[in-house]
């Protein structure tokens, strides 16, 4: 962590400039589009392998260090809030200063528990030139049945950006959580924003979960999208 926290700072400064030196960025950027995929390992993927994946990404790279070629294509096709500009032949064009801008809000209602609990709302990202915002409004239903001794609520954010001029890496990658413990003949709610500063940021993948904690000590999750 304090590695990641010191790439971090001492990064930040050359990234800035990358933004404006933007159009090598095109440079080593694949076509986008998922019947033009070139890698096997991103192809047909699932919700739930879509899910895996980004969390792998952020475990394996440090903070502005630069994807793949095949990491690379994975993000510019499954990434839920993208700022882009293409060609005719699918391929990223230099961005603007001003092209830093994209906003995405997609609402979700799911169960689980055999249907023990609801869970319903919406997440929201919003990226912009230099600070972004991710965050949600979500309710947990307890229904009849229900047997939770603990309820966490998160709303996680991942962020990819120009990294080294002509890739993309992670620049930001956080949460927003609350815990229930008690009092759960009402529902959990969960509505916050968050904003973040990160420069030259792309994509974002957005996801929600409620982790339940039952009466006899096991768990298990439901994810706004898997």
Known sequence: MFYKKFVAAT??????????????????????????????????????EIYDRFEQLNST??????????????????????VEQTSQTGNIQPFGMGMF???????????????????????????????????????????SGHDTSKAELSVTNSAYGIVGGNGIGVVYDGSIDSTKTKDFSKAFTLNEMKDYAAVGVVYTYTNAKVRITTTSDSTYSVRAFE
């Open 61 to 82: 790279y440090e903070l502005y260090e630069p994807f793949s070629m095949e990491d690379t294509e994975f993000v510019q096709n499954y990434a839920n809030n993208k």
């Open 101 to 143: 801008e994209s906003s995405y809000t997609e609402k979700f209602d799911k169960t689980g528990g055999f249907g023990k609990i609801k869970f319903s709302g919406a997440i929201t990202s919003n990226i912009n030139l230099l600070s972004h915002s991710y965050g949600g409004r979500m309710t947990v239903n307890f229904n």
């Open 11 to 48: 990064a930040l400064t050359a990234a800035i400039v990358s933004v404006s030196t933007a159009p090598a960025f095109a440079e080593e950027m694949i076509n986008t589009g998922k019947e033009n995929l070139v890698y096997d390992a991103n192809k047909n993927l699932t919700s739930e």
